[in-house]
């Protein structure tokens, strides 16, 4: 059967209340395919095998990360709850386990689908983990700078949510970020819980870019370890790579060229480096690709 389904249900058309069946396909598996037509039953897993579905995903994960089977197979586990119109916690837990999965493959198109049902699920009443959710909406904003989002969902927020630890680490990166104040936004980066380190993983090399302008911009030289410790970089080597790979790995004279030694000893040369630092800066705030919508 060709299945023409988009997972933002009634996006292709659909009446899914008037398709709404109960299915008895008793595969644990089976391809995503897109619904362009009704549905038949006999193509779609009922309710008692979908959660035995979920449970060997699960297993599989751990075992063998094929991230491409896995995301097909949860595809079309969500279109079968999606189909039958099953709406409870089981399928809340389904999202948020595959929007989990997405943010660990940096596939941020699934990440996207997931936290969009997941939304309008969380408003319905149905029970899961909103807050840490809510976080993962606030770092995303964050990474595609949509502002006006960002200052409307904070807005709506009360005292006790905000407080919520996720929901608090999420703000206080946003407020970092507003105040460009790098050393408070790479030890939040360090510390980051849940899966939001995956998130902040997209923006954080626009904000080290940031960053890099305002240093070297207020600085004649700067130690390749001072960079690394401020920038949250693993060690020297890391940040040299960085500057590198961005054409700005200008150093003061007389300094070591190669080896792990040598780059802990060498000295940035700020004026120097400053000029292609902007532009390349101004190139990734230009460029943000918003991959999907919430």
């Not at 193509?43 to 297993?59: G, N």
Request: hydrophobic content about 35%; aromatic content about 10%; some cysteine.
């Amino acid at each position: 059967m060709s299945v023409g389904y988009t997972e933002d249900e009634g996006n292709n058309g659909l009446d899914w209340d008037r398709y709404t069946i109960v299915g008895t396909n008793e595969n644990l598996f089976r391809n995503y395919l897109r619904l362009t037509s009704e549905p038949d039953p006999r193509d779609i897993r009922p309710y008692r095998i979908l959660t035995q579905t979920l449970a060997e995903l699960k297993k599989r994960w751990k075992q063998d990360p094929n991230y491409h089977w896995i995301c097909d197979q949860f595809k079309s586990l969500r279109q079968d709850l999606t189909v039958q119109r099953i709406k409870n916690e089981f399928t809340v837990e389904v999202y948020e386990i595959h929007a989990r999965m997405a943010l660990e493959a940096s596939d941020l198109v699934e990440y996207n689908q997931c936290q969009s049902a997941l939304r309008h699920l969380y408003e319905t009443g149905i029970k899961g983990h909103s807050e840490e959710f809510l976080a993962y909406r606030i770092l995303y904003l964050l990474h595609v700078r949509n502002r006006s989002d960002l200052n409307r969902l904070i807005s709506t927020l009360t005292p006790q949510v905000k407080n919520v630890p996720a929901v608090k680490h999420a703000l206080a990166v946003q407020r970092a970020v507003a105040t460009s104040n790098y050393h408070a936004l790479f030890t939040l980066y360090s510390a980051a819980p849940n899966m939001g380190p995956y998130l902040m993983d997209h923006f954080i090399e626009r904000e080290r870019l940031g960053a890099l302008c305002t240093m070297t911009k207020a600085y004649i030289t700067l130690p390749l370890t001072f960079i690394a410790k401020e920038l949250a970089f693993e060690d020297a080597s890391q940040a040299h790579s960085f500057l590198f790979n961005h054409g700005a790995a200008q150093y003061a004279a007389s300094q070591p060229n190669n080896g792990s030694r040598g780059d802990s000893a060498r000295v940035l040369d700020c004026k120097q480096a400053q000029p292609r630092l902007v532009q390349v800066y101004e190139e990734k705030t230009r460029r943000v690709t918003i991959q999907g919508a919430i």
